[in-house]
C-alpha cells in the first residue's frame, strides 16, 4: 500500500510540475469560490488510475460527491487531495503538495506527501514511523530502495524560543489571537508561514513547534499531514476537545484543530 501511494504522489507530482512550467493552468471557480486548475484534474486522473488496484474506496477532493450514506460503513479507504495548495500553485511559489492518506476506522494508517517543485516526499506508517526523501527517484520498485536514502522524522530540533506555524493563505483573527495568547510568555518567538500541508511537515521534521489552524478545512487537506506527524511522535487534536481528529464524518469538514510536536520541549 505505500509502495502503491509513493509511486501515485511521484507519477501526479510530475505531471503537476510540467503544467506548472508551462503556465497552462487552466484556472475554473468551483462552486465553494475556490480554484480549479488543469493540474488538480490531471494529478487525481492520475492517482485513481494507480489506487484503483489496490479494491479499496477512493475519497478525493475532485471525486467528493459521495453521499455519507454510501461511504459510512467504509472501514478503510484513500483520502486525496490531488494538488493541495491551489492557490500556492497558481502564484508560482513552490509551496503546494500531493496528499494521499489510507484511512482506517475513522484514523489515518498511513500517509504520503509529495512536494513536486520542492523535491521533498514524506511518507510514514505505523509500523515503520515517518520519513523524508530529498530528491526522490521518479519511481520505486521496492520499499528497500525507498528507505535506502529516506532520513527519519522527527531529523532535527528548533533552537531557543517557540516556533508556530501558520497558514500562509488562510490567517485569521482566531489564529493571529490564539498565537499572541500562546506566545505571550515565550521571550523569543517565531512564526513561520507556509502553504498547504508543508505545515505539517514542518513540524514532523522537528522545524516548529505548533501549528494552530481555527478556519475551515476538509478532510483531505489533513489526513496525509496527520499520519506524518502522528508517527512522528506528535499529535492532531481538536482545538475543542483535545480528541485526536476524525475521518470520514457525517460532513468533511474538519473542526479547528492543534498540530502539536510532542518530541519537542515545549
Known sequence: MLLKAV????KAGQAIENIY?????????????????RADRESHKIITQHLTTTNLPLLSEEGKDISYDQRKN?????????LDGTKEF??????FTVNIA????NYPVLGVIYAPILKKLYFATEEIGSFMVQNPLPHYDNLQDLQKNAVK???TFPGGGYIVVASRSHMNQQTQQYIEQRVSQCPNYQIISIGSSLKF???????AHEYPRFGPTMEWDTAAGHAIVKFAG??????????ELKYNKPVLINPNFIVKSNFLEQ
Open 90 to 95: 497558481i502564484k508560482k511559489n513552490g509551496e
Open 21 to 37: 512550467k508551462s503556465d497552462d493552468f487552466q484556472i475554473q471557480t468551483k462552486a465553494d469560490n475556490t480554484p480549479l486548475t
Open 102 to 105: 489510507l484511512i482506517e476506522n
Open 201 to 207: 511537515c514542518l513540524i514532523a521534521e522537528g522545524l
Open 234 to 243: 506528535g499529535q492532531v487534536i481538536e482545538a475543542d476537545t483535545g480528541l
Open 7 to 10: 509511486n501515485a504522489a511521484l
Open 153 to 155: 522524522l522527527p531529523h
Open 74 to 82: 467504509w472501514q478503510k479507504f484513500w483520502l486525496i487531495d490531488p
